[in-house]
């Protein structure tokens, strides 16, 4: 399983990203995908899932704020961030749910 995750950057609090994740390797189609997140000595915590039926559900810190989508035509799953904080800035992976499996992330920096 290969997840290359990309779309991060450098934005101002009140701003927007879509992150995007290539997933090869896999069934794409036939798996839930998760976003996580890690920032700098804190735990990483889980942000936003997406079943294969294209159902989402999102951490309390980020719901209404935060969208998750996938493309299977694309094997791709994205995650548009809207008013963005100083607390979202952090590395965030995709993940298939039940592969343990976890790529580089792309790092999101939201400055105050």
């Known amino acids: 399983v290969q997840l290359q995750a990309s779309g991060g950057g450098l934005v101002q609090a009140g701003g927007s990203l879509r992150l995007s994740c290539v997933v090869s390797?896999?069934?794409?189609?036939?798996?839930?995908m998760d976003w996580y997140r890690q920032a700098p000595g804190k735990e990483r915590e889980w942000v936003a899932t997406?079943?294969?039926?294209?159902?989402?559900t999102y951490a309390d810190s980020v719901k209404g704020r935060f969208t998750i989508t996938r493309d299977n035509a694309k094997s791709s799953v994205y995650l548009q961030m809207n008013s963005l904080k100083p607390e979202d800035g952090a590395v965030y992976y995709c993940?298939?749910?039940?592969?343990?499996?976890w790529g580089q992330g792309t790092l999101v920096t939201v400055s105050s």
């Open positions: 993940t298939p749910r039940r592969y343990n499996v």
């Open positions: 390797g896999i069934i794409f189609s036939g798996n839930t």
């Open positions: 997406i079943t294969q039926m294209d159902i989402p």
